[in-house]
């Protein structure tokens, strides 16, 4: 069974970076495709990066080219390395696992959440 827990957020000044963790304490994730979502007061949760089994990775268009999402199998981690952060990035970020091949920024198709961590950015 994916339990999965976040960590690695605080408060950072624009321009800076962060990196995310997610750890599997089930030992389990390797097997899942992962994702990174986020949610900011008011709005909707949104999808940020996903990474399949294989290492295939997607990233959402606002954080292109800014974030990065790895995962270290051996260990059962999931990263997401934040930089040049912005004040709009600011949101409680979620780790999920899915168990599709490949990852899709459609939140349903997921089926185990961590519980979050909080990330503030700013100006």
């Known amino acids: 069974q994916v339990q999965l827990v976040e960590s690695g957020g605080g408060l950072v000044q624009a321009g800076g970076s962060l990196r995310l963790s997610c750890t599997d304490s089930?030992?389990?994730?390797?097997?899942?495709?992962m994702g990174w979502f986020r949610q900011a007061p008011g709005k909707e949760r949104e999808f940020v990066a996903g990474?399949?089994?294989?290492?295939?990775?997607v990233h959402a268009d606002s954080v292109e080219g800014r974030f990065t999402i790895s995962r270290d199998n051996s260990k059962n981690i999931v990263y997401l390395q934040m930089n040049s952060l912005k004040p709009e990035d600011t949101a409680i970020y979620y780790c999920?696992?899915?168990?599709?091949?490949?990852?899709?920024?459609?939140?349903?198709?997921?089926?185990?959440w961590g519980q979050g961590t909080q990330v503030t950015v700013s100006s």
């Open positions: 999920a696992a899915s168990s599709g091949l490949w990852p899709t920024s459609n939140s349903n198709f997921y089926n185990s």
């Open positions: 990474i399949s089994r294989t290492e295939r990775t």
């Open positions: 089930g030992r389990t994730s390797s097997r899942y495709t």
